[in-house]
Structures are given as C-alpha cells and as structure tokens.
C-alpha cells in the first residue's frame, strides 16, 4: 500500500468530486473574492468494537498529504512560472528525492461521500462501515453525535459524524473499501485504554475527526465501559 511511483502533476479539468470557482462578492461596502471548490457532503462513523473495546479505524494513502508533505521537505520549490509550466506539460513531478509512501498514510474515521439521492445518512454510513471495515451494522444502531463543516477555507461541505457499536459477531467481511473504485484501505483497531495517547501523538498522521471522536467518547461514554481512556 506504500508503494508510491509514477508521480506527475496534471492540470484538473475535470472531475467528478471538485469544482473550482471564484466568487465575487462585497463584505461591509468591501468588495472581495473567493476561491473555492463545491464537492458532496459525507459521512463519517466512529466504530467501537464491545467485544475486543477497541475502536476501528481506517487507515489510507491521501495524495494531497503526501505532496504537501513533499512541497514542504523539497530544498528547493520551484517558483510559480515554473509550476506551471510543468502541469501544463504534465511532467513528472522533480525537486529531490522521491519520499516514501509513509508520509501520505492517514488515519481516519470510516467514512464516504453523500452521493447516492436515494439513500439517507445513516443508510450511507451503514454501507460504508460494511464496504471498509466489514462490520455490518444495521441503521437503527448508528447514533447521530453531530455535522460540522470542514475544510471551511475551500469547501465547506458538510460532514455528518455516527456513533457505532460492534461486536465480533457483526464482522461479515475483511473490509478494505471497494477495489472496482480504487480504494485500498487498511483496517486499524486502536484500544480503548490507548485512545486518547493515539489522539495526541502529533507523530501519528491523523484528522481532526479522530481527534474529536475520541474526546466526545470519553465525555459520553467511557463511564459506562468504565475504563480509562488514558487522558
């Protein structure tokens, strides 16, 4: 999964999940604008498995952590006229050595973007914890802990986040994402007693939903496991 070769930088003309625009628009009689990009709204769940009190995560390649990771260690970044020239020609990205595949893996909640109209929320989460993780979790078990927007200085989509409780006895499946799709997901469980040691270890890479999940399961549910969470 780490093995990351071939990279090339291309112009985006296209996509079917990002579409940049530019807004115009006066704030207090200041005229101002704004670049940003409309994408779907998602889904995340944090599962915690009640047989072995560990949670489940996910953890994958994330390309733009990896060039950014990249962009910041090169010695020397190539000035603007000369990024351009080289995503218009498509050329292979350059600038020192290539960085290992490592520095693009992210631990993360599972989770999916809202794009199927004839699904509710909780349907959609319930059919990414079966498409990642394996566990097949029926809706009527996926608590609602909130939404928020992320990424509010270029998208501001939505993200929904569920709470869920597995068991040994939920597992169908390995997990691993939709291959026809072009995920490779790794399943990631994390003890309990370790969860907020995990959240903290700025050495770990991982998002702010993580981050957040964790907290919001020590204030509202480690009392009934009664273990520590170790914060």
């Known amino acids: 999964m780490e093995q990351i070769n071939d990279i090339q930088v291309v112009p985006c003309t296209s996509s ?3 579409k940049p625009f530019r807004v115009h628009y006066s704030q207090n ?3 101002k604008s704004w670049d940003f990009m ?3 709204d998602s889904v995340s769940v944090l599962i915690f498995n009640t047989t072995s009190h560990c949670f489940v995560l996910v953890k994958q390649f994330r390309p733009a952590v990896y060039m950014c990771e990249w962009e910041r260690t090169k010695p020397n970044a190539p000035d603007s006229s000369e990024q351009v020239a080289e995503e218009k020609e498509g050329a292979a990205v350059g600038g020192g050595e290539t960085p290992p595949g490592s520095v693009g893996m992210t631990y993360e909640l599972c989770a999916g973007l809202v794009d199927k109209a004839d699904l509710s929320l909780e349907e959609i989460a319930r059919q990414e914890v079966l498409e990642e993780c394996g566990y ?7 608590r609602r802990i909130t939404s928020y927007r992320s990424g509010v200085g270029v998208t501001g989509a939505k ?3 569920f709470y869920a409780e597995v068991s040994d006895e939920n597992c ?3 997990g ?3 291959p026809q799709e072009g995920e490779l997901i790794e399943v990631v469980k994390v003890p309990l007693h370790e969860a907020m040691t995990f959240a903290y270890d700025e050495s770990i890479p991982k998002t ?4 957040f999940s964790f907290i919001w399961f020590h204030n509202n549910m480690s009392p009934k496991y009664k273990i520590s969470t170790n914060v």
């Open 176 to 178: 691993g994402g939709e």
């Open 172 to 174: 169908v499946g390995e």
């Open 159 to 161: 993200q929904t986040m």
């Open 38 to 40: 409309r994408t779907h």
């Open 16 to 18: 079917n999940y990002l």
């Open 208 to 211: 702010m939903g993580v981050i």
């Open 136 to 142: 097949d979790v029926p809706v009527a078990k996926l």
């Open 29 to 31: 009689g200041t005229k």
